[in-house]
């Protein structure tokens, strides 16, 4: 059973046109959630960690949020450089360390 | 500071051969962790090492996989007798500090990868 789905999993953008990734997860207890973006041949790239409810951090056009339930990633704007696939992953309290990975969502964004 | 280092970047194998991967983490972090992408699949977590210790290696098969992290020198993941299934892209992530601790020391920073290839 998945711990971790993420939504769509594809999404296609013009540039501008802002929207949101979602990230659900069914753990109880969670220790951490991570965003992460992979470029085609490479390695995931981290973006941000998360860890309460209710906390949020930016990176220039990217936004993450936390919920109980599901954590966000929001694109603001985003242009063609933007296009990766977006991977998200969660840590469980109480000594498990390893992070669980979603399936990831492929971004492209068109000029 | 210089990231993760995996080599080789690509490597090609025939059946039975065996492959070796090597990774070197950030400086300053002294937790290893091996990773396997396949195609259209999420990152599946195979082992956690330190310095000398494997720590949990839950996620590695059983037969023809191994992995050790030296006093010196890079972590290594050791694929004997190659399949075909076992193509695929490895990566290797690190991270500074045991899990204990909440902030930055939970966070792992990725390699660029070896992708495998089995004839």
């Known amino acids: 059973e998945d711990q971790v789905t993420q939504s769509p999993e594809a999404l296609r953008l013009q540039e501008g046109e802002s929207s949101s990734l979602n990230c659900s997860y069914t753990?109880?207890?969670?220790?951490?959630l991570f965003w992460y973006r992979q470029d085609p041949g490479k390695g995931p790239e981290f973006l941000f960690t998360?860890?309460?409810a209710g906390e949020e951090k930016e990176k220039e056009r990217l936004k993450a949020t936390l919920t109980k339930k599901e954590s966000f990633l929001h694109i603001t704007a985003p242009k063609p450089e933007d296009s990766a696939t977006y991977l998200c992953?969660?840590?469980?309290?109480?000594?498990?360390?390893?992070?669980?990975f979603g399936r990831g969502t492929s971004l492209i964004v068109h000029p | 500071n210089a990231g993760v280092m995996q080599n080789p970047r690509h490597l090609v194998r025939r059946r039975g051969q065996e492959a070796r991967l090597r990774c070197s983490p950030m400086?300053?972090?002294?937790?290893v962790y091996w990773y396997r992408q396949l195609p259209e699949e999420g990152l599946k977590f195979m082992v956690y090492?330190?310095?000398?210790?494997?720590?949990?290696e839950s996620g590695m098969p059983k037969e023809r996989f191994s992995a050790e992290f030296p006093k010196e020198g890079p972590s290594i993941l050791r694929i004997q007798q190659v399949v075909r299934g076992d193509s695929a892209a490895y990566f290797c992530?690190?991270?500074?500090?045991?899990?204990?601790?909440?902030?930055?020391?939970?966070?792992?920073?990725f390699g660029p990868g070896t992708r495998l290839t089995v004839l």
């Open positions: 992530a690190s991270s500074p500090f045991f899990q204990g601790f909440q902030g930055d020391t939970d966070t792992q920073y």
């Open positions: 753990v109880s207890g969670l220790r951490g």
């Open positions: 998360l860890y309460s």
């Open positions: 992953a969660v840590t469980l309290s109480g000594g498990s360390y390893i992070p669980t």
């Open positions: 400086k300053g972090h002294s937790h």
């Open positions: 090492l330190q310095k000398e210790n494997i720590i949990d």
